[in-house]
C-alpha cells in the first residue's frame, strides 16, 4: 500500500501542527513515521550541519571575530554557534552536544537501530570501542526494549563491562550494605583506562612488578575462596 499523502493538507510551524483540511485515519497513521524519522535524526542532521559550517567557512566568511585562528580545529567556533543560533532558536549548549556527537562519531558507526543517545554515550570513546559499545547495546537487546537503555550503556562504559540488570537495580534492602560490585567496576574501569592510555607499553619492567605486587591481594581473595 502506497503511503497517504497529507502535504496539502498539513502545514508544520514553529508552535505546531496545523491541519485545514480532514484527514483519513492511514494519513493520520502515516505522519507518524515521518516525524519519528524527523525527530531521531534532528540531532546528528543539525551536528553535521555544524561540523561543516566550521570545518568550510571559518575564516572564509567574515562574521564578527570570524578571524580568530586560534580556535583548535576539533570545535565548532563560537561564531558559528552564534550564526546556529540566530538559525535555528536552539540554545548553545544544545548546539554545543550536537556538534561534539557528530564529530566524534562517524556517519560509517552510527546505527538506525539505536538512538542519538546511544551515539552520545560512546562519544569519547575511540572509533573500535564506539563499534564494540554500538554493537553490544544490538546484540543485548531483549523482547521489550529495542536496545540496552542508555543508562545501562553509559554506566557499563564506565565499569568497562556490560553491567547486568541487577547491578543497575539494586534490591532496596541491600542498600547501605558493603557491596564488592562497585569496587570491582571501579577497577574495571581504571584498568580499562591505563590500557587506552597505553600504560603497558610505556611501563619498565619495575613499574609491573610494583603493579602486580600491589594487585596481590586481589589474587588472595580468589585463593580463599576457591579453598
Not at 485515519?25 to 550541519?49: C, N
Not at 575511540?126 to 537487546?141: P, T
Not at 562497585?182 to 611501563?203: C, I, T, V
Amino acid at each position: 500500500m502506497k503511503p497517504a499523502r497529507t502535504d496539502s493538507k498539513i502545514t508544520l510551524t514553529r508552535t505546531g501542527l496545523h491541519i485545514s483540511d480532514d484527514l483519513s485515519f492511514e494519513e493520520w497513521q502515516s505522519m507518524a513515521a515521518r516525524f519519528g524519522a524527523a525527530m531521531s535524526s534532528a540531532a546528528f542532521v543539525i551536528g553535521d550541519w555544524l561540523v561543516y559550517g566550521e570545518d568550510h567557512f571559518r575564516g572564509q566568511q567574515r562574521l564578527p571575530g570570524f578571524e580568530d585562528d586560534s580556535i583548535p580545529s576539533h570545535r565548532v567556533s563560537s561564531e558559528i554557534y552564534n550564526e546556529a543560533l540566530r538559525l535555528t532558536g536552539l540554545d548553545r549548549s544544545t548546539l554545543i552536544t550536537y556538534a561534539y556527537v557528530a564529530r566524534r562519531v562517524p556517519s560509517s558507526l552510527r546505527n538506525e537501530q539505536l538512538s542519538w543517545e546511544h551515539h552520545k554515550a560512546v562519544a569519547k570513546l575511540d572509533e573500535e570501542e564506539q563499534k564494540r559499545w554500538l554493537q553490544i547495546a544490538l546484540d543485548e537487546a531483549d523482547a521489550e526494549l529495542a536496545a540496552v537503555p542508555t543508562r545501562r550503556l553509559r554506566k557499563s562504559i564506565t565499569a568497562g563491562r556490560l553491567l547486568t540488570q541487577e547491578e543497575m537495580t539494586l534490591d532496596p534492602a541491600d542498600r547501605g550494605r558493603l557491596n564488592h560490585i562497585p569496587f570491582l567496576n571501579r577497577l574495571n574501569a581504571w584498568w580499562s583506562q591505563m590500557k587506552e592510555n597505553g600504560w603497558l607499553k610505556r611501563a619498565t619492567r619495575q613499574q609491573k612488578e610494583t603493579l602486580v605486587r600491589d594487585l596481590s591481594m586481589v589474587t588472595r581473595i580468589i585463593q580463599e575462596l576457591e579453598n
